[in-house]
């Protein structure tokens, strides 16, 4: 009896929140795309905009991680430099808060953030983080359709240039017989 309250309890809780146990919560992909940054040439997400998106405070995500810091390595996670710092909150509005902050914020590559719904344990933060795995997954995707297309592209123009050299210099030739062939005219 009492376990199906608290189970009770639990989805009325997550229908509160606009999350239904075994659904995914709806957070769209431009969000998700909009937070991921690239700094030190990885794709990475900054910590109060993970915290936003679980629904809990930067401070208890932080505490969090510092309690299972094992999981994660550097290439999951690092904090930001004075410089990083600095130039995260004049390329994004949205983190202007972090301007007067005296904390280094810390941020997640797609590894730290699937590791993160692991140590927040809670089902909006396991529902999250799928959305933003399968984000990271698409945005792999699409970078790599467009190295292909890049690819297919030059192609086509170096095929091409090749028969556009021909043709100049056809051309260049014709230009230079009707040249020569021309008789002076006049004394």
Known sequence: MLKSKIK????????????VSNELIFVPMEKVINKILLIRKKKVMIDRDLAELYGVETKILNQAVKRNIKRFPIDFMFQLNKNEKTRVVTNCDHLRVLKFSSQMPYVFTEQGVAM???????????????????????????????????????????????????????????LMQKDKSRKSIGF
């Open 8 to 19: 009770s309890n639990k989805k009325q809780n997550l229908a509160r929140q606009g999350l």
């Open 116 to 174: 993160l719904s692991s140590v927040l344990n809670s089902e909006r933060a396991i529902l999250v983080n799928i959305q933003i795995i399968r984000t990271f997954t698409k945005l792999r995707e699409l970078i790599a359709t467009n190295i292909k297309l890049r690819q297919k592209i030059e192609a086509i123009e170096q095929k091409y240039d090749i028969k556009f050299k021909k043709v100049f210099d056809v051309l260049k030739q014709l």
